[in-house]
């Protein structure tokens, strides 16, 4: 079992930025596509960007385009999201996720979660 684990949620206000990293086990991390998800209370997990294996392709949801940015450090085996003016409607838990594949694809496609790290925006 890969363990993902997760740092860099808190409370920000809007307009405020965060950066939340994972760390993913050596030996795991440059072979996958990985990527970030968050759930707010009473709504389903959505899909925030994904990442190809090598970097070479990002993906982002609609929402957070122009304002968040995904980056792998291979050598660090680290994935991070870069939250710039965040808004409350951000708020949410985010979770890490490795894809079963090199590239990013749909939820059903991820192989391993980390345990989540809460982000709040406050208005």
């Known amino acids: 079992q890969v363990q993902l684990v997760e740092s860099g949620g808190g409370l920000v206000q809007a307009g405020g930025s965060l950066r939340l990293s994972c760390v993913v086990p050596t030996g795991t991390f440059n072979r996958y596509a990985m990527g970030w998800f968050r759930q707010a209370p009473g709504k389903e997990r959505e899909f925030v960007a994904g990442?190809?294996?090598?970097?070479?392709?990002?993906r982002y949801t609609d929402s957070v385009k122009g304002r968040f940015t995904i980056s792998r450090g291979n050598a660090k085996n680290t994935l991070s999201l870069q939250m710039n003016s965040l808004k409350p409607e951000d708020t949410a838990v985010y979770y890490c996720?490795?894809?079963?594949?090199?590239?990013?694809?749909?939820?059903?496609?991820?192989?391993?979660w980390g345990q989540g790290t809460q982000v709040t925006v406050s208005s």
């Open positions: 990442m190809s294996r090598l970097g070479l392709m990002t």
């Open positions: 996720a490795r894809y079963a594949s090199a590239v990013v694809g749909d939820e059903n496609q991820v192989d391993q």
